[in-house]
């Protein structure tokens, strides 16, 4: 099994490229993949759904209103993910840089990308990403000629969960951008329906763990009850467990669920 591996060693963090929190934002990033095995030992189910052995090469699609959680790296798992209806991802949000940083940021940009291509002609992403314009772009390019780019979101926070404060900001808030694969049905959800949610973070729980009502606000407009929804860079599984909530069979891949 080939993948990227996440290297080891010195990394050099540019301290203003990784969202609200800066350089410790990118420490703790690191600290959670640094942890990310290059092979796929077994390990306790996570919170939600069920998860598929490792090395498993028939991916698992559950029942409509279920979730399952695919454990290991997303490029591998990708290749057995069905052609499917609905794109929901928060990927981590490492951008450029060098080393270890560059590793996830190719991950993320590929993954976002080979996912894609699988999505359903007419199919519809939403894509968390920093409110840098950098991390923006960064999403934005992935997907290049496989999506269109629609709309940018806003979740507004009032306060933020990381310690290291940005001079001048009292507040922060991550993009959700909304794509749309071009041909297909193109009717059907207006694209305005996805706009503006203030909500605080999750102050417990994994790193990055979206609030149920935020994961809820972006995946509500474009959920087809039946359809098949693919997040995948699941973390906690919450905007699987979102679009499962809204009647969707949902799959999330997971390195570390
Ligand atoms: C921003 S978090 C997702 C948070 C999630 N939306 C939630 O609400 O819990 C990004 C996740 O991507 C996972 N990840 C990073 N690289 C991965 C890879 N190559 N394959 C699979 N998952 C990966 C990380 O372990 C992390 O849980």
Known sequence: MSHVRFGSGPVKPDGFLHGEGGVS???????????????????????????????????????????????????DVLASVPTFDLLATAPPYAMGGEGAEHAIGAVVAVGLREAALRLRKGGWAVVYSASSWRSTYYMVEAVRGVLEPIRIATWTKPVARTKVRTPGWSWASVNVLLFRKPGGDRTGTPSILLDHITAAPLMVGRRAQLPPSVARWSVEPFAEPGGLMLDPFSGSGALPQAAADLGMAAIGIEANP
Do not use: K, M, Y
């Open 25 to 75: 934002a990118w420490d703790e990033l690191l600290r959670d993949t640094a942890s990310v095995p290059d092979t796929f030992r077994p390990r306790p189910a996570g919170p939600v759904g069920r998860i598929i052995p490792a090395g498993s090469l028939l991916f698992d699609v559950p029942a409509p209103g279920q979730v399952s959680i695919a454990r290991g790296h997303t490029l």
